[in-house]
């Protein structure tokens, strides 16, 4: 059950009728069909016929039906007794699946167990990590490996690097590739990232994070990893005691609201020497290395928007907090508090590298590097979940992706990340029944996306009516997270 979703009254044998179908995979739009769903899966697509007797109807006649989204960056699970809120925001803007950023042993277990929560309408974990590579538990080479091992046993899908070294990251990626699970996560500040693509990096996330990717791409590349621009981040435990776990947990929450607060000086300086140095040929070279070896990036333009302009009325005054529980509005503003105290040296260069984040992005898009779209929800100040993914998706056009592009990132690309393509992120015979129901058509504009009329999931179907109603019970009680 959930507290702010409830069960839908169009369930079971439904027909969305007379709809045009779009296939992400190659921007195909095919009009006038019947998707013909039941049992939470697609029993067929056909050419629109007679209504199907005993059928729920859905009328899509001048719509367009896409693959519900996913989004593939969140820490939705960072709160499993309370989720309830954050999942339903998800529903309300047609996001059914997701990748966990974070995890622990405990959500490995509880996932074998099959005791994790699944309110009403709740979306798919599609892939969890356990717990972050951190000087806690990879202070050393050896430690990384043995916590690599660790979490390869408790059924991790894959392992995250949060705060290590370049040494502490090798020796987990060596690890992983022997053992087959995948690595992704944050580049090591001393890291090449085309060292990390060619020793079988998954993901790099956040375009980074900081200054290494964009190090790659200067004239001055030398210069600025001389300067060895790193986040001035509090001294985590390296004990794994009950108390060093919990002090860790606390730090990791307090910094993940927005580590822009950190940035030191030499960061500052880092940013400007690469950013006023970008060579787009070397670029275009970072960008054809990460081709030849599959090296997927999850830009989340929304996180780092919302971590380098973190006290913009954008973000401290957007309408769309009234969904957030109290408490964790509460540590929003004094984060954004925090960073209006930063030096104005620090603030413009944390502004200015907006351009050159949108500038890359742009870049590995047109050289076919592949890429996931994700936000970074839950515990990030400003970022509000399931509606984050619509602005990722309008930051994604803002650096100068086409339509097409940013709908792949959503669906096609993320089953052809996770390898399962054929299950997901399309519209087919035996494909789940997780669709969105579109006003207009996303191929010719991206804000397509954001003009949702209906969510199916897993068979079961929530008008625009519904999603309002969804919306305004969460606004009477908010609880995201």
Same mark, same amino acid.
């Given at each position: 059950m959930s507290k702010y979703v409830e069960p839908s009254a169009v369930t079971g044998h439904v027909v969305v009728r007379d709809v045009t179908v779009v296939d992400p995979l190659d921007g195909s739009r095919t009009p006038g069909q019947d998707v013909e769903v039941e049992g939470g899966r697609i029993m067929?697509? *056909?050419?629109?016929?007679?209504?199907?007797?005993g059928a729920h109807i859905v009328e899509g006649r001048g719509r367009y039906l896409v693959p519900a989204f996913m989004d593939m960056h969140t820490h939705a699970l960072e709160t499993p007794e309370d989720m309830d809120g954050t999942y339903a925001l998800m529903l309300a803007n047609g996001i059914v699946g997701f990748r966990q950023m974070s995890g622990s042993r405990t959500l490995l277990a509880s996932r074998r167990e099959g005791t994790l929560p699944a309110p009403t309408?709740?979306?798919?974990?599609?892939?969890?990590?356990?717990?972050?590579?951190?000087?806690?538990?990879?202070?050393?080479?050896?430690?990384?490996?043995?916590?690599?091992?660790?979490?390869?046993? =408790?059924?991790?899908?894959?392992?995250?690097?949060?705060? /290590?070294?370049?040494?502490?990251?090798?020796a987990a990626l060596a690890e992983a590739n022997r053992l087959g699970i995948? !690595?992704?996560?944050?580049?090591?500040?001393?890291?090449? &990232?085309?060292?990390?693509?060619?020793?079988? $990096?998954?993901?790099? @996330?956040? !375009?980074?994070?900081?200054?290494?990717?964009?190090?790659?791409?200067?004239?001055? @590349?030398? @210069?600025?990893?001389?300067?060895? +621009?790193?986040?001035?981040?509090?001294? !985590?435990p390296t004990t794994?005691?009950?108390?060093?776990?919990?002090?860790?947990?606390?730090?990791?929450?307090?910094?993940?609201?927005?580590? +822009?607060?950190? *940035?030191?000086? /030499?960061?500052?300086?880092?940013? @400007? !020497?690469?950013?006023?140095?970008?060579?787009?040929?070397?670029?275009?070279?970072?960008?054809?290395?990460? $081709?030849?070896?599959?090296?997927?990036?999850?830009?989340?333009?929304?996180?780092?928007?919302?971590?380098?302009?973190?006290?913009?009325?954008?973000?401290?005054?957007? &309408?769309?907090?009234?969904?957030m529980a109290p408490e964790e509005l509460q540590a929003w503003d004094q984060s954004a508090a925090k960073f209006a105290e930063l030096p104005d040296v620090t603030r413009n260069a944390l502004?200015?590298?907006? =351009?050159a984040q949108l500038r890359m992005t742009k870049t590995f898009a047109d050289a076919g590097v592949p890429m996931i779209a994700g936000t970074d929800a839950c515990g990030a100040a400003g970022i509000v979940p399931g509606f984050a993914l619509h602005d990722e998706f309008d930051y994604l056009a803002e650096a100068g992706l086409d339509p097409l592009t940013i709908l792949q990132m959503t669906t096609t690309d993320p089953a052809r990340f996770l390898g399962r393509e054929g299950e997901l992120g399309r519209i087919g015979t035996a494909m789940p029944a997780d669709l969105v129901l579109l006003d207009e058509d996303p191929v010719a504009d991206h804000t397509a996306l954001h003009r949702i009329a209906g969510v199916m999931r897993e068979g079961a179907w929530w008008d625009r009516a519904d999603l309002d109603a969804i919306l305004e019970r969460i606004a009477a009680k908010p609880g995201a997270h």
């Open positions: 067929s697509v *056909t050419a629109t016929g007679a209504p199907i007797k309408g709740a979306p798919a974990l599609l892939a969890t990590a356990g717990e972050l590579l951190t000087p806690l538990n990879a202070s050393t080479a050896e430690g990384a490996v043995a916590a690599v091992r660790e979490q390869h046993a =408790d059924g991790a899908d894959f392992v995250k690097a949060g705060v /290590t070294t370049r040494e502490t990251f090798l995948r !690595l992704g996560g944050h580049l090591a500040p001393d890291l090449d &990232p085309r060292e990390a693509a060619r020793n079988g $990096v998954w993901s790099i @996330e956040h !375009l980074g994070p900081g200054v290494t990717v964009f190090a790659a791409a200067s004239k001055q @590349e030398d @210069e600025v990893r001389a300067m060895r +621009a790193t986040r001035e981040l509090p001294p !985590l794994r005691s009950t108390g060093a776990l919990q002090a860790q947990a606390k730090m990791i929450k307090q910094m993940a609201l927005n580590p +822009a607060t950190g *940035t030191s000086e /030499t960061e500052a300086r880092a940013y @400007e !020497l690469a950013d006023g140095s970008y060579d787009q040929g070397k670029a275009e070279e970072l960008a054809a290395i990460f $081709v030849e070896h599959g090296t997927w990036q999850c830009p989340t333009l929304i996180r780092v928007h919302t971590q380098q302009f973190g006290d913009s009325p954008e973000h401290t005054q957007d &309408p769309r907090r009234r969904y502004r200015g590298h907006w =351009d």
